[in-house]
């Protein structure tokens, strides 16, 4: 099962490092295994295997439906490890284990969804005078590098890896630091299942070294990355110097809608999922509350309530909801949020510091937490938390709240709670934002375009379009008629 250390995967090989770092237990705060630390020369050499497996090897050749086959085995694979990769990402994350669990059967249904997608993706025969036949065919874009976050360690390589091979591209994988393993996992996975060597190949290392490295890189085509807004920047300005392709998934502050009509019971419980699950480290956390003011002190008493009913503790406790954060750093940032929030005049009405759980003192834990009388300008108002913290404001009416919601530089998620159809339908269209859940907890299913509008990021993942981000389009221009063309006549 879980081992002491664990090596990055370069040209189908395990390869360690004079160097190493510690991943950790986040939830006990305990170490958890050492991890072979990529260097530069790490990155340069995962980058000619992927850049040799592109140009020489056979992956892109294969007919689609051997790679859909392929794609199926490394979810059968998954599927029979399911145990497994669930409790290592639980150790490695402190996430809760039903939350694990359902990241991990997305992550498994990923790789379904892009076997079944790109047996069906296909190019076109265009419309053209007579004596001419002209199509476009797609290719794959190439290298890609494909950086991934914390929050979702297992379930984001997914969204990468997945929509990549099936277009046939080989990749380098950038595990986040605190989180490399079920990454690494993917990878050994990967070739159990027949993806040859070189394709798919996992460098774990600073973000600043082998991220940036990555990133910079002639032989890469591609970038996509899941994480910060101000690296996803970053990272943007960086790929112009080649002309990278680049899909950004970044941060998010996503507003939740409560209307005076709205199913109490659904919009508390989808409310509280919002914010609280994933422990609140989510890029589409409905961080910011609105409720209208016929209904604030009902919905919020009912809110704060069941928030208090929320179970904190061992994350393979099937009762538990929160799980720990991810380390002390994060934390704190957590927690400097709600100081500011409160030196600005806001009320803390639920939470608002560390919590300690038995068993688990050295873990990183933080209350499920409620800031009200909060203003628009706070700055726990517009920036992103990252942590299990909802900001709670009251409206008036739909116009009033949809200009509110819009204020933000963000455009991840956001949610409607209303039984008035034609309402839900106004608000949906007029929210700023890639993902919008009416009278729905859930924001991502494989099929489902994800992604954000303004600095939340672009590129859509978890759908048939995102092969095309994975893709270039050839179009083929070939004449067949009798006679030979001469344009110029001469
Ligand atoms: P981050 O710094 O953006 O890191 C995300 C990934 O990018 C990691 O793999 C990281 O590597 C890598 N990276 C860091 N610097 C890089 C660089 N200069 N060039 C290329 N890659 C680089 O995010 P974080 O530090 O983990 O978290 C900070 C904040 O980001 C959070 O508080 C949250 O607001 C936001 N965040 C958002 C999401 C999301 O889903 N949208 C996910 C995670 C975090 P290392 O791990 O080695 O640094
Ligand atoms: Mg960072």
Known sequence: MKRDHYRMVINGERVDSDETFETFNPAKGEILATVAKASREHAEKAVQAARHAFDHGKWRKYPVG????????????????????????????????????????????????????????RGTVNNVPNGFLNYTQKEPVGVCAQIIPWNYPLMMAAWKVAPALAAGCSVVVKPASLTPITAILLNEICHEAGVPEGVVNTVAGAGSVVGDYLVG?????????????????????????????????????????????????????????????????????????????????????????????????????????????????????????????????????????????????????????????????????????????????????????????NDTKFGLGSAIWTKDQGRATRVAHQLEAGIVMVNCPFSAFPGTPFG???????????????????????????????????????
């Open 217 to 405: 890189h002639e032989d890469v085509n591609k970038v996509a990355f899941t994480g910060s807004t101000p690296i996803g920047k970053d990272i943007m300005e960086k790929a112009s110097h080649t002309l990278k392709r680049v899909t950004l998934e970044l941060g998010g502050k996503s507003p939740n809608l409560v209307f005076a009509d709205a199913d109490m019971e659904a919009a508390v419980a989808g409310s509280l999922f919002g914010i609280y699950f994933n422990t609140g480290q989510s890029c589409e956390a409905r961080s910011r509350l609105f409720v209208h003011e016929e209904i604030y002190d009902e919905f919020i008493e009912e809110f704060i309530t069941r928030a208090k009913k929320l179970q904190l503790g061992d994350p393979f406790d099937k009762g538990t909801h929160v799980g720990s954060i991810i380390s002390r750093d994060q934390l704190e940032i957590i927690d400097s949020y709600v100081r500011s929030a409160e030196e600005e005049g806001a009320t803390i009405a639920l939470g608002g510091k560390e919590r300690r759980v038995e068993g688990f003192e050295n873990g990183h834990w933080y209350e499920p937490t409620v800031i009200t009388n909060v203003t628009p300008d706070m700055k726990a108002v517009q920036e992103e938390i990252f942590g299990p913290v909802v900001v709670v404001e009251t409206f008036q009416d739909e116009r009033e709240v949809i200009k509110r919601a």
């Open 66 to 121: 051997k790679r859909a086959r392929v794609l199926n085995q490394i979810a059968a694979i998954m599927r029979e490890r399911f145990q497994e990769l669930v409790e290592i990402e639980v150790l490695n994350s402190g996430k809760a284990i039903s939350a694990a669990q359902a990241q991990i059967n997305q992550a498994i249904e990923d790789f379904e969804f892009y076997a079944g997608a790109i047996v069906g993706h």
């Open 452 to 490: 954000g509008y303004k600095e939340s990021g672009f590129g859509r993942e978890l759908c048939v379009e995102t092969l095309d981000l994975y893709m270039e389009d050839k179009s083929i221009l070939s004449y067949y008629g009798p006679k030979p063309i001469n344009p110029f006549g001469v």
